[in-house]
């Protein structure tokens, strides 16, 4: 059996025998750029059915169709975690969510803080970098990524139960870690380059569902910061054995 190059996120629903219509770019990515042809391999996923083996049915200039045959893996849902981050300078932002979706974030939470740098995201171009990671990842999920809101709101409207992991930079050298918990929902808090306020800073700390964790002696920019706290989340509560 031929091996698929290439591996797509796409809405449609996938199973047995179902088809799957192209729109004029996936056309043209597929039969223009990769040179593929009818018979050819695609690897799909939506995020709910897992991801199934398809093969090109049609490949037209400006359409074309896929039929899938079989499913190449079970949907696997990554853990209940949120990333919570203020957006930074665009590329490093790009990274944050390209990362925390190869690293297994279920949702990416953009904050804003009081010394946020930035006041808008394009929230559609971070969305298509995470179903870009998705991709390349081999994930079967793809996290959402909402629109930016504010640190206060979203503290005002905290799910009952969800834990809070607050990356504090106050506390670099200190030995705070991560404590085993056997709570399954959580969030990590990332805050922006200027850091917290001593203000958020107060309020977070006196939260009941917030964890305040060090990430070592050396103050890390907020990009690294974010990798950093989701490994070491994946490693104490998260799926990576
Ligand atoms: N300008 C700030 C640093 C901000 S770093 C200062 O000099 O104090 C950006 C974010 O990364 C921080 O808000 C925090 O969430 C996280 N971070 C970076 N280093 C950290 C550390 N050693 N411990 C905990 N969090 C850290």
Redesign the pocket.
Known sequence: MKQAKVRLYVEQGLGEGQTIPLARDQAHYLFGVMRMAVGDPVLLFNGRDGEWRCEVAFAGKRGGELVCREQTKPLQMPPDLWLL??PIKKARTDFIVEKAAEMGAAKIVPVQ?E?TNSERIRQDRLQAHAVEAAEQCGGTYVPEVAELTKLERLLAEWPEGRQLM?????????A?RLAASSAKQWAI????????SEVERAKLKALPFAHV??????????D???V??MTLWQQALGDWG
């Open positions: 981050f203020a803080t010394f607050f990356c504090d930079e106050a506390e670099v050298g200190a705070k808090l990332i805050g922006p380059e200027g850091g917290f964790v060090s990430l070592g002696p050396r103050i890390l920019r907020a690294t910061a974010a950093a706290a």
